[in-house]
């Protein structure tokens, strides 16, 4: 079946503008992460989102980070006035549920210049 | 969650067996050893977990120990495709709340396959 899909691949963009990742995750899964993947580092987790329940905002590293998750499914992950230290692969995940496997997308490949 | 350890590369000839091994020398009862792996410029790949016995899938075999403070993933027969970062992961898999949930990669094990 579909795998978790993420778009836009690629994202270059000015320093200060705003960006918008987005991810679709498999089909029925209840629970999607976001995590940062910078160059050479591992995985930084940054949010989590299951069901109906609040999300766990605790990894988004300042405010000008901010993610949704509509109708339980597909998630946007916004980056407003981005600096270049926000250049990274930004990786989504999906699970059945918070215990099972997280399946990972290809990822977004953001350059802020 | 536990801490694993790794080897920070290793070679395997093509069409050969790959062995990668990890240590977890900390993990608890209820954590689970899992394995991703990370080929160049794409997001982690799911390969493999197991608690306690050895568990095998179309991918790769997971061997740990009877201690449960080491294990090896075995790919069977290499290719060059198979040239990635492996990671080792320990997680609390069956305990309410928490942050269980939170993946934690180190470095992993970069394994070259070599023609």
């Known amino acids: 079946g579909a795998g978790v899909s993420q778009s836009p691949s690629n994202k270059v963009t000015e320093k200060g503008k705003d960006v918008e990742l987005r991810c679709d995750p498999i089909?029925?899964?209840?629970?999607l992460y976001w995590y940062r993947q910078s160059l050479g580092q591992g995985l930084e987790f940054l949010i989590y989102?299951?069901?109906?329940?609040?999300?766990?905002k605790s990894g988004l590293p300042s405010d000008r980070f901010s993610a949704e998750r509509t109708g339980g499914s597909v998630s946007t992950l916004t980056i407003q006035r981005t600096q270049q230290e926000d250049s990274a692969v930004y990786l989504c995940?999906?699970?059945?549920?918070?215990?099972?496997?997280?399946?990972f997308g290809p990822g977004t490949r953001l350059l802020v210049l | 969650d536990a801490k694993t350890t790794q080897p920070p590369s290793m070679d395997c000839a093509e069409g050969r067996a790959a062995n990668l091994p990890c240590n977890h020398s900390?993990?608890?009862?209820?954590?689970?050893v899992y394995w991703y792996r990370q080929i160049h410029s794409q997001g982690p790949q799911y390969i493999i977990h197991?608690?306690?016995n050895n568990e095998t899938n179309e991918m790769a075999s997971l061997i740990i120990t009877e201690d449960r403070k080491s294990s090896t993933l075995i790919l069977p027969h290499a290719t060059l495709r198979d040239t990635a970062v492996y990671y080792c992961?320990?997680?609390?898999?069956?305990?309410?709340?928490?942050?269980?949930?939170?993946?934690?990669f180190g470095k992993g094990t970069l394994l070259t396959v070599n023609p």
């Open positions: 089909s029925g899964h209840t629970a």
């Open positions: 989102f299951q069901g109906n329940s609040a999300p766990d």
């Open positions: 992961i320990v997680r609390v898999e069956k305990l309410g709340g928490g942050s269980n949930y939170k993946l934690t």
């Open positions: 900390t993990i608890s009862g209820n954590e689970y």
């Open positions: 995940a999906s699970s059945l549920t918070s215990q099972e496997t997280q399946y």
């Open positions: 197991g608690l306690k």
